[in-house]
């Protein structure tokens, strides 16, 4: 349940009967059938771009988005975002960049989708704040549903993985 830290009990209970009654994947499976066609570190730059253009056009400009293997979803993040700092011409440049674990090529779009709204809400937001939140809510709906519901896809991954 270390995906699940912090959720209320009555929430974490639900999830252990799920785990008990080896329904948790089935429960996923139903509720998210689909798998994106993202599949390319230019595919994500464009997809990334597409929810950039709609939401946050005054935000800074994104340099690279890719799917990136060396994330390590259990100890550091789902996804990151950078600033990488160069010196041009005597001018000191940010280049933006967001990264996606890999493990999120094979994810519903819903869960893609809440990866990268999160990483773009951090072109505004720098700390995980009221408004950081309230800008994630803002580019998708249900976003804490789906923070939620991709937690728990990972802790699913990670059964089946020692099951199998």
């Known amino acids: 349940m270390r995906f699940l830290g912090g959720y209320p ?7 252990r009967q799920l785990v008990a009654a080896n329904r948790l994947g089935e429960h996923l499976a139903r509720k998210y059938p689909a798998r994106h ?9 464009d997809y990334a771009g597409e929810l950039k253009q709609a939401f946050l056009r005054s935000a800074p400009p994104l340099h690279k988005v890719a799917f990136d293997a060396k994330i390590d ?4 993040a789902l996804g990151l975002h950078t600033a990488v700092s ?4 005597g001018k ?9 674990a890999s493990v999120f090529k094979e994810a519903p ?18 700390d995980h704040n009221k ?10 709906p249900a976003y804490h549903q789906l923070e939620f519901d991709t937690r728990l896809y990972l802790a699913w991954r990670e059964l089946d993985a020692a099951q199998g």
Do not use: N, W
């Not at 066609?37 to 730059?45: E, F």
């Open 131 to 140: 408004a950081f939140y309230r800008l994630c809510e803002y580019m998708e």
């Open 9 to 15: 009990p009555d929430v974490l209970e639900q999830v």
């Open 73 to 76: 979803t259990v100890h550091r």
């Open 92 to 100: 000191l440049k940010a280049k933006k960049e967001i990264r996606v």
């Open 109 to 126: 779009p819903e869960f893609l989708r809440m990866i990268v709204v999160h990483e773009l809400a951090h072109l505004k937001e720098s």
């Open 37 to 45: 066609t993202v599949q390319t570190d230019r595919a994500l730059y």
């Open 86 to 89: 160069r010196v041009q011409g």
